[in-house]
């Protein structure tokens, strides 16, 4: 069974010509991951919009670049089938910019990193206080398992060069 993603933008955002490209990409990762029957759905907004909900949330007075929010609800839809709502990705398309700068990449392989690092927080995983950071290697088991996913997924084009 396929899995399902759910993607919308923050009120008052124009969608950006490539939205339509991240539900396949989504669906690729999850096969890789071996998901089946879930759900999650991808909120793309403001440095504003996400720093309401890192206060909210986390009680940190700042933008961040993805938050994730677990849920776990299981439930049948009107077909009868079961899916399981892994939760909610929220990213922010400023961050993304900022970030690409940062790490001398483009925003391509910013955005797959991020729905990446998103996707794998909703799957219960977590890298306490590590970060990505420029011209390091990571040491936790998450950011490790994030960047060989990267690497496999290097030719995958979400946004047009």
Known sequence: MADS???TMQEGLAAPEWLCNIEPFMQKVMRLLN???EEISILF???NFIRE???????????TDVLS?????EYQDEKGTQWRNMGDIVI???MLKTNAAYFNS???DELKRLLLHGLLHLNGMDHGEEHIAKGEEPLCPMLILQ????DGLESERIMAD
């Open 5 to 7: 993603v759910l993607i």
């Open 35 to 37: 998901y089946d029957g």
């Open 45 to 47: 907004c403001t440095d």
């Open 53 to 63: 909900l890192n206060i909210t949330y986390r009680h940190i007075d700042g933008p």
């Open 69 to 73: 929010f677990e849920s776990g609800d």
């Open 92 to 94: 922010s398309l400023d």
């Open 106 to 108: 483009n925003e391509n």
């Open 147 to 150: 960047e060989k996913l990267l």
